[in-house]
């Protein structure tokens, strides 16, 4: 006859197979929720060091952007505030000349005065004076400090070139005192920038009209924009924006 398990050994059996399942559910189950929770843990501090690394890189840069700013010696684009307070109304892609600038030979850009000077009087000189005929100006763009240079003269105390020379802007303690009066060239690149220039005015140039000594180089814009080039006459007043090269 075949032998008959006894009652005791079966539920020893049972009781061993039950307790070795538990055993394997809890350690699979507990591997399991230590892998799980691992690798959340891992996702989340990886993520949040990302976002956190990325927030600090944007934020750095964002302000290195703004402590590198035109107007404190960083990039400039058209239509910025400049070193001296003006308005950057050039930027070139290379460096150019502008002799007797204290950027030359490597100026990259030009701006513009928050306010022109009113009632300038005298392109050079006042009465006999003006049949002085200036020779030598040039209408480039970087040429303005050559020729305020050029017509400085004694003549006149309200003249151009005296007015210009003498005109400076003061920012965080820093004075700017090398203005120009621009050529024709870089005052047309004031056309169409806001509160550059006033509408309907004639502004003096420091490029010579050769034709006749009476008469000197001026030009206004429209508030549309319109350009008109004048012959004024040399001792009666008209604006003057002052410009510097940096």
């Keep these: 006859p075949s032998p ?23 350690a699979t189950v507990e591997a399991t929720v230590e892998a799980t929770v691992e690798a959340t843990v891992e996702e989340t501090v ?29 990039e400039c684009q058209v239509g910025d505030v400049g070193p001296g307070g003006g308005t950057v109304v050039y930027a070139s892609a290379t460096s150019f000349t502008s002799p007797g600038s204290s950027c030359d030979p490597d100026c990259s850009y030009l701006e513009m005065a928050a306010n022109d000077i009113q009632n300038l009087y005298c392109w050079t000189g006042s009465g006999a004076a003006t049949t002085v005929v200036v020779t030598g100006t040039a209408r480039a763009i970087g040429q303005g400090m050559y020729n305020t240079n050029l017509i400085a003269n004694d003549w006149c105390s309200r003249g151009i070139a005296t007015s210009m020379k003498n005109f400076s802007t003061t920012i965080d303690s820093v004075t700017y005192s090398d203005w120009y009066l621009p050529t024709q060239s870089e005052l047309k690149l004031a056309q169409g920038l806001d509160n550059v220039l006033a509408a309907d005015k004639f502004y003096w140039v420091s490029d010579a009209y050769g034709k006749d000594p009476d008469f000197a180089r001026c030009l206004a814009f429209s508030a549309a924009g319109v350009q008109s080039t004048g012959n004024c006459v040399r001792y009666r007043a008209q604006l003057g924006i002052p410009t510097r090269a940096f």
């Design 46 to 74: 990886e993520a949040t060091v990302e976002t956190t690394v990325e927030a600090t890189v944007e934020a750095t840069v964002e302000e290195t952007v703004e402590e590198t700013a035109c107007a404190e010696g960083g």
């Design 4 to 26: 008959t398990a006894s009652p005791s050994a079966s539920a020893t059996v049972e009781a061993t197979v039950e307790a070795t399942v538990e055993e394997t559910v809890e």
